[in-house]
């Protein structure tokens, strides 16, 4: 049976599908049903403008949302973008307190350190307000 969030298909199709549950979330912030949704399609998705602002747009809703905060710290790992990363630290530590993500944080930390070490730069790493 064909799965119908996306799979097999572009991501373009995925981003179509993701814009149109944010439009049907306009009238009913907190449809957790069509959230769920969204956060399912975005995995696997590669970042973009579009993603990161479903991402936003799911913090912003579930700013206490582990998984949300989780989801979103390792779409911009894997797209490489550790700046991106650094920010969504820590605006997540402080809102959403979580042993998970403090952890995920302590590996960040640690690669980065270990790759700037390497590379004779400073990480400029940290969590602020």
Known sequence: MADDRGRGRGSESLLERARGLRSKTLSDVYDVQAYKQLLDDLRGT????????????????FSTA????TRYVE??????NTEAVKQ???RCLLQCPSVDLWFMYLKFIKRVRDYSVGSGSSPGFGVTA
């Open 46 to 61: 590669p970042m973009s403008d579009d993603v990161r602002g479903a991402y936003e747009e799911l913090v912003h809703a």
């Open 66 to 69: 582990v998984g949300i905060w």
């Open 75 to 80: 779409a911009e790992m894997s797209a490489g």
């Open 88 to 90: 969504v630290f820590g």
